[in-house]
Nanobody, 121 residues
């Protein structure tokens, strides 16, 4: 069974920083993509930042220059450093991973439960 566990959310003032972590555990053969989505009340879920299967990184335009995604492959962990936070960054941040459980298996998406990020004075 695969689990994705996020940590690092919380309440921060505008202009502040937070660092999110997401660790994937379980019987994992290979991770092809991994990253972060967010969902604010009344809005659609949007991709924030992610490593693609080809190894490149995608960011949504609204976070470019402020957020940085990184990873530790040995730990199956991805991080999201969020700087210069704005009230509009307030959302539940969800980690996802596109992975396979064994050689030859079709990759599937797995999701964490989410961590709340609130940016407010």
């Amino acid at each position: 069974q695969v689990q994705l566990v996020e940590s690092g959310g919380g309440l921060v003032q505008p202009g502040g920083s937070l660092r999110l972590s997401c660790a994937a555990s379980g019987s994992i053969f290979s991770i092809y993509a991994m990253g972060w989505y967010r969902q604010a009340p009344g809005k659609q879920r949007e991709l924030v930042a992610a490593f693609t299967p080809g190894g490149s990184i995608n960011y949504v335009d609204s976070v470019k220059g402020r957020f940085t995604i990184s990873r530790d492959n040995a730990k199956n962990t991805v991080y999201l450093q969020m700087n210069s936070l704005k009230p509009e960054d307030t959302a539940v941040y969800l980690c996802y991973a596109d992975l396979s459980l064994f050689r030859g298996a079709v990759p599937m998406d797995y999701w964490g439960q989410g961590t709340q990020v609130t940016v407010s004075s």
